[in-house]
């Protein structure tokens, strides 16, 4: 993570770009912002609206993480919600 910003690209080809926002000044939770764009993805690739229908276009997911720091360690836990589907999110920074 740079400058509260992540970018991948999965095994399918499909591009995730996050942004992490202080929701608090405590610094103690961050609106996480994922926007998944499928258009190198494979061809019979489908994100999951989150309405929980497919789809083949870009989605925008959105959770908010709690931030727990130790040190120069930082984890950050929370769950994203989508369809009838609950993925548990764990972000960790070791050093």
């Not at 926002?21 to 190198?40: C, F, G, K, Q």
């Not at 993805?41 to 083949?56: E, I, S, V």
Request: glycine fraction near 6%; aromatic fraction near 6%.
């Amino acid at each position: 993570m740079r400058d509260g910003k992540t970018s991948r690209v999965d095994d399918a080809g499909c591009e995730w770009n996050s942004t992490f926002t202080y929701t608090d000044d405590a610094r103690t939770e961050v609106l996480m912002t994922s926007v998944a764009d499928p258009i190198n993805a494979d061809t019979d690739f489908l994100l999951t609206r989150p309405d929980g229908t497919p789809t083949a276009e870009t989605v925008t997911y959105e959770a908010k993480l709690r931030v727990m720091r130790k040190g120069d360690k930082v984890q950050m836990t929370g769950t994203l919600n989508y369809g009838d589907e609950t993925v548990i999110l764990t972000m960790r920074k070791m050093s």
